[in-house]
């Protein structure tokens, strides 16, 4: 159950801070999840038992954005190319932070924060969403987190900033192609806004 006391702090977190990043379903860095607004079964987190099983993508997510979400989740694993393919063939223009081999690093297209940048596999190898990762993938998944400290690094944010990965239609997943945000820039709240 949530409690009244969590709840009081949801309606208390402005509207745009929770826009992306409240609720569970979404991995943040030290796994730790948020007030337990949303669960799903896929994803990392630490949810209560028995608690409701509202599955709301974030306190304050629009039914535009649950909808979409959802739409995105039905493709998901077709195989089709994302706008991140586009993005990694320099298709689309992106302003391109950290780059090696293995992972791209780009400014967010639509800001929760002063520095947000998403970090990606060039090479999606199945990994459509972290919920798809096999034991193969753990050098990858690592190189992407050190990637994400990089990135860090070069936003001039290391001293604090926060990674998300939002798995899955119930966490607002809008993109089939793993990727990690890197997010910095102002004063970060737990329970995540
Ligand atoms: P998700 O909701 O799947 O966790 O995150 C997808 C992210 O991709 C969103 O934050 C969205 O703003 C970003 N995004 C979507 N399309 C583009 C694009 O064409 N360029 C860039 N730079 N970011 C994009």
Not at 122 to 145: N, P, S, V, Y
Not at 158 to 164: A, I, K, M, S
Request: charged share 20%; proline share 6%.
């Amino acid at each position: 159950m949530i409690s009244q006391k969590s709840m009081a702090a949801a309606a208390m977190i402005p509207f745009s801070l929770l826009r992306n990043y409240t609720t569970t379903g979404r991995i943040a860095a030290g796994v730790r999840t948020s007030l337990g607004l949303c669960a799903h079964p896929s994803s990392i987190n630490f949810l209560t038992p028995n608690r409701s099983p509202r599955y709301l993508c974030r306190a304050s997510a629009t039914h535009d954005e649950e909808a979409a979400a959802k739409a995105a989740a039905i493709n998901a694993d077709n195989g089709a190319p994302t706008i991140f393919d586009k993005i990694i063939s320099k298709e689309i223009p992106s302003t391109i932070v950290y780059e090696d081999d293995k992972v791209l690093a780009f400014k967010d297209i639509n800001p929760e924060a002063p520095v947000h940048v998403l970090v990606i596999p060039k090479f999606r190898d199945g990994l459509t969403q972290l919920g798809k990762a096999e034991q193969r993938h753990g050098e990858i998944l690592g190189q992407l987190l050190y990637a994400s400290r990089i990135v860090a690094e070069k936003e001039g944010i290391l001293e604090g900033f926060r990674v998300v990965i939002n798995n899955g239609p119930s966490a607002c997943q809008s993109v089939y192609h793993l990727h990690l945000h890197v997010l910095g820039g102002r004063q970060m709240h737990w329970p995540p806004g």
